[in-house]
């Protein structure tokens, strides 16, 4: 691919942060120091979890958002509000639900005057192109997913824009329907049919990034920052069997499971109570745990294949895995899961005995649950309202993951028979589970 | 907004066709009536027959015109006032800290009572022409519909979805063509509900102030309340009985002809991703789908529309939409806050002078116990209502075909402007003699109870069917079934209505605690009587200081009860 590739520089991302001020004189940092050049003729994947700032990133070359600090420079001019030639498909589509297809369509062209004959033009042109011929004078209402996600694009493509890009565009959809889309975009892209130079896309599905793109920037969480670079050798059309792509989708796994460096020194510190818990349930842990124990996995799986397997997706898969792991019932390694000895008695035991394990898995491992409980003992009246608790998050995490971790913090609780929560009062007690 | 291109009509021939021609008919017939109604309202009061009512029925249309161009002329007004007010509170944040207050206050205002004062200025404005009348008129209709409007827009424009802004901003839509393709289109469905709304309580005032009476003056404003109040003081119930069988054949033209028909074209831009059942459409939408001409003129005015929307017009250089975090300015703002501490001050000091001259300690007490009584009356009321109307509501909800029914009937219902149907009840009471502190009561509620009932039958026939299964499959009956299963569920619902219920309960305590029937006067313990016998002797004081503690007290209803139960229902009973 490198021969197509020029090498004159589209965009360029230099040192970029973002990050929002709290009351206090603390940050919350949602990306860090990222850099990112990309040049005509290249579809650029940024692949992460969600809560990594690869949305933000996008936001920020969209010139919807306007970084902390660092230079964006679109066409060696920086980047102040939407820049021209540069057109976004969004995950919810936002379509205009009053607007047919055909207006949806024109709408970029509108906005920059374009007389209204050569607006139908181009209009129906990208519509045929995208696959859209005779639902011109449908609304959005009327199509199913796939065909909505196509108006997404053919308005965008209609601007002819020099850089496209897309916020997890087929994340919406179901597998077929992802499937077909992005085999079609890809047909057009190779074809060099599609009017746009570059394309960059954000995503959080692996096997996606390696089908279509020809570089992959992959992110960490907390703060978001990229944490390698891998470019992706195979010609148009890729085969998702081919050993060589599951090789490099394995490979993708395990870069990510990968403990950053900063999260190992949290654990060796269980004291810090500003650890934000990832909303995952009690049954999914135990349902994910007797999955393991069992053939063919025996206490041990590969994660792409399990993932495959459960039909979870990798967002879902390991959110799930961290969590076991920071619960002392597995480990995560290489790629792989393992059940560890505690996550086995875990699986073996009845009901009751395994929220006592659970339970103290918690207070062992969950440094924000030993707080909670302790204040609880220490009250005369046994309760505590959880807005302290909340301060005390947001002093070091933004405000959707300190209600993330508290949600999750009251499941977890509740479950483990810990404490109980009064969602009126907002209050945590420790009446019900006396 | 942008679009009344119905796809059906793009094709085919364009001929006129039979609707066409009953179409142009009406709409000639439109032409003629409103250039003759509209000679009367420039007249000069001395004009012969310019203030003239004549019992004979033959005026009666007339009147009917008369009044409905009163309710027109306001609701422009009402529209004007919202995309102004509404749209300066919703952009800028500064507007926001005052205009957002003042509209609660306003909307908890029984306007009724000012109706002398707005008469006595307006007349000054235009001083010996039926004008003046006639904007006094159209002001009361206004401040009856405007304040829910301009809410209803505010929020719409507040809460437009996130990644619509963005795809507006990043396909460059200027601020202009944003507020057109975007903003207003979003808000389209809660402002059209509301605006019917505010119509269907509309017609309560424009009844209440075509006759004022403010000392020794009184006019009569041709028109249909006019027209029942020369029957009263004529004792004349047959045309009493004329000026319903009128009204109730506008409200139906009225129901028929807008409501409808708006209603049905305003659910185009809801803001949802999937089609839901729809229902049929009304059958004036469906004829002006089918006439050629008529749709080519919508064609057109559409186009016009959508020409002025897509217009690129930008107010801010450099605007960057979503990008711009509003920068807070610290000193603007403190200047800002100054200024309206100085204006506050201003507006106590004047209220204290005001009142302190005219008022004394013995007012206060008196106004309080009367406000009490008319409290006492508005809660029995709304308990009663609710008795009677919640199961059958219910039972109507529950039974789809019957939902359909009712749901129609009691919005109409809701439109009819009960202040006519009250000579009949006075006459009822005088005759036997009963005691007008318990008789006049139930007038309070006579128009808003409906609220109350189309309210909870929307409610429970939006209830899931599978709760209602569960219920049965576990044998849930009795009294268990309604506190259990089927309360919650409709309670958000219920709650709507009842606000508005006992909001307009309140208003209408200002025309209903006073009754008269020729020369015999029915006179109700309760602030409503107390503010209608000040304005009747012109003791500005009294009337201003009544009204100020009938807000008082409706704010503080709202606030104790309705509003805490609303945000408890809409917390937990949300259902989906």
Known sequence: MDTVVSQHALLEVRACKQAYHKEANTELVVLEDVNLTLREGEIVALLGRSGSGKSTLLRIVAGLLEPTAGEVRWRDRPVRGPAEGVAMVFQSFALFPWLTVRENVEIGLEARGVAR?????????????????????????????????????ARALVVH????????????????????????????WSEGKLPVRSVLMVTHNIEEAVLMCDRILVFSSNPGRVSSELRVPFAHPRNRLDPAFRQMVDDIYAL????????????????????????????????????????????????????????????????????LQLLHFALLEEGDIMLTEEGRRFVSAEPEERKQLFAAALLAHVPLARMVRQVLEERWNHRASAVRFRDELEDHMSPEYAEDTLRTLVAWGRYAELFGYDEEAEQFSLEEVE | MSDTVHPA??????????????????????LIGVSRVARGTFAPISAPGALEVNLDPVNLPNYAA???????????????????YGTAAAKSRRASLVLIPILDILQ?????????????????????????????????????????????????????????????????????????????????????WNTMMSMSGGWFFVVASEAVAVGDNSWKLPGIGSYVALALQRRDILAVFYAIGTMLLVILAYDQLLFRPLVAWSQKFRFE???????DDPWLLRMMRRTRLLSLGADALGDAATALGGVPLRFLPGHRGTMVDQRRSRPVDIIWLLILAVVLVWAVTRIVTFVSGELQFSD????????????????????????????????????????????????????????????????????????????????????????????????????????????????????LWWRKVMIPGILPYYVTGAITASGGSWNASIVAEVASWGNTKLTAHGLGAYIAQATEQGDMARVVFGVAVMSGFVLLFNRLLWRPLYAYSERHLKLG
């Open chain 1, 117 to 153: 004959s050569e607006r139908e033009e181009r209009a129906e042109a990208a519509i045929d192109l995208i696959g859209l011929g005779g639902f011109e004078n449908a609304y959005p209402k009327e199509l199913s997913g796939g065909m909505r996600q196509r108006v997404g694009l």
């Open chain 1, 161 to 188: 824009p020099d850089l496209l890009l897309m916020d997890e565009p087929f994340s919406a959809l179901d597998v077929l329907t992802a499937e077909n889309l992005r085999t079609d975009l890809i047909d057009l």
């Open chain 1, 256 to 323: 990510m499971t990968r403990r950053p460096v900063p999260s190992r020194t949290l654990a060796a510190a269980p004291s810090n109570i500003a650890m934000p818990l990832q909303r995952v349930g009690t049954n999914q842990m135990a349902g994910l745990m007797e999955a393991l124990e069992q053939p063919p996995y025996n206490g041990r799986a590969d994660l792409p294949a399990l993932a495959a397997a459960l039909q979870y997706e990798v967002d879902e898969l390991l959110p799930l895995g961290e969590t």
């Open chain 2, 9 to 30: 009509l793009t094709q085919g021939r364009r001929l006129p066709n039979l609707w066409d021609a009953a179409a142009i008919l009406c709409v000639f017939a439109l």
């Open chain 2, 66 to 84: 008369r009044t409905t161009m009163r309710m027109f002329a306001a609701l422009v007004a009402s529209l004007i006032f919202t995309f102004t």
């Open chain 2, 108 to 192: 908890s205002v029984p306007i009724l009572g000012f109706l002398t004062f707005t008469v006595v200025f307006f007349m000054g404005l235009f001083p010996g022409n039926v004008l003046g009348l006639e904007l006094a008129s159209i002001f009361a209709i206004f401040t009856s519909q405007a304040w829910n409007m301009a809410f209803s827009l505010y929020q719409s424009l507040k809460t437009v979805p996130a990644d619509l802004r963005e795809a507006a901003d990043s396909f460059h839509l200027s601020t202009w063509q944003r507020y057109w393709r975007l903003e207003v289109p979003f808000a389209v469905p809660g402002l059209v």
């Open chain 2, 273 to 279: 991703t999937t089609a839901g059942a729809t229902a």
């Open chain 2, 364 to 479: 206060l007490w008196q106004v309080l116990m009367l406000g009490s009584f008319t409290l006492i009356r508005v809660i029995v009321l709304i308990a009663s209502a609710t008795l009677v109307w919640v199961p059958i509501g219910v039972w109507l909800g529950l039974r789809p075909i019957w939902a359909r029914r009712a749901q129609p009937v009691a919005q109409f219902l809701a439109a009819f402007p009960a202040n006519l149907l009250f000579p009949p009840f006075v006459l009822f009471i005088v005759y036997f003699g009963l005691s007008p502190d318990v008789w006049l009561t139930p007038l309070m509620i006579l128009g808003t109870q409906w609220y109350i009932l189309f309210n909870v039958v929307a409610g429970a026939a939006a209830y899931p069917g599978d709760l209602q299964e569960a219920a049965k499959n576990f044998r849930v009956g009795g009294l």
